[in-house]
């Protein structure tokens, strides 16, 4: 029989008969079925075919080892966090989790109390708090990796190939106690000069991110967790461009002074709770 508009879908279905592994079987089942649905529903001309087809191209090239766009791209429209959501169902007290963004490298490992701002300057802030399970014992030894953005909104990544600034890997004390100094972190537009920048900019919507520190805590026995900690206040709190923001996270910047150098500073606090695996 001819494939054409009523049999498209099941013609395609059924190339799979063979497929053994089931849960392929079923995710592409699920792609097709959907995919077809939208092309129906849409009725694309084939010159805005192309034109996805160019998009999603452009995507790819644009990404390397330090660029990577289709995370930015999966970001932008939601579906990282909605994956983060279906795969992080909140079952205790434990912290929240959240997106892990394009911006995440290989970090070196820094001792508690370190700076982990190496070429940048700004407002200087002690980052601290304590890892607890959810019967409130310490978690000690914990893997804490940090990364941020600088007070010009970039991340090392974005400045050069040799520069590692402003992350960093340290472990939780016996207390389950942390703490790291570093500069306040701003709020920043997530790389704009590819093609999900172009099409932020045709769906009229900004490319801020609220500041924030990304978190990624690893323990044996218990479940991975990739957080960040918001600032309270941030003018993008209400419009994050990868809608990572949760109420939990935000935490507010206090005025406090550096015991080493006497000078004044910000103080963030960020206590994590962790769950078993
Ligand atoms: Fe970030």
């Given at each position: 029989m001819d494939f054409n508009?009523?049999?498209?879908?099941?013609?395609?279905?059924?190339?799979?008969?063979?497929?053994?592994?089931k849960r392929l079987k079923q995710i592409m089942n699920s792609i097709i079925t959907h995919l077809h649905q939208v092309v129906k529903e849409v009725e694309p001309t084939e010159e805005e075919w192309m034109k996805a087809i160019m998009f999603l191209t452009k995507t790819g090239q644009k990404c390397d080892d330090r660029r990577q766009e289709f995370i930015l791209l999966s970001d932008v429209l939601g579906v990282s966090m909605l994956l983060d959501a279906i795969n992080n169902r909140k079952s205790n007290e434990e912290t929240e989790t959240t997106v892990l963004?394009?911006?995440?490298?290989?970090?070196?490992?820094i001792n508690n109390g370190d700076n982990i701002a190496k070429t940048v300057s700004g407002e200087n802030c002690i980052v601290s708090g304590k890892i607890t399970d959810?019967?409130?014992?310490p978690v000690s030894g914990a893997s804490i990796e940090v990364w941020q953005s600088g007070p010009d909104g970039l991340y090392d990544v974005q400045k050069g190939d040799d520069i590692v600034?402003?992350?960093?890997?340290?472990?939780?004390?016996?207390d389950g106690s942390y703490m790291?100094?570093?500069?306040?972190?701003?709020?920043?537009?997530?790389?704009?000069?590819?093609?999900?920048?172009?099409?932020?900019q045709n769906l009229d919507r900004h490319p801020f991110r609220p500041a924030h520190i990304h978190f990624m805590v690893k323990s044996k026995g218990y479940k991975d967790l990739v957080t960040h900690v918001f600032i309270?206040?941030?003018?993008?709190?209400?419009?994050?461009?990868?809608f990572a923001v949760k109420k939990s996270l935000i935490r507010k910047l206090e005025h406090g002074i550096d015991d080493e150098s006497k000078e004044k500073c910000l103080l963030l606090n960020f206590d994590i709770v962790m769950e078993k695996e």
């Open positions: 508009e009523n049999n498209a879908t099941e013609a395609v279905l059924n190339s799979f008969a063979r497929i053994e592994d963004g394009p911006f995440h490298a290989p970090s070196v490992k959810v019967n409130n014992q600034d402003l992350r960093a890997t340290l472990e939780t004390l016996d790291f100094r570093t500069v306040k972190p701003q709020y920043y537009p997530i790389p704009v000069d590819g093609p999900v920048g172009d099409l932020l309270d206040g941030d003018k993008y709190l209400e419009s994050d461009t990868v």
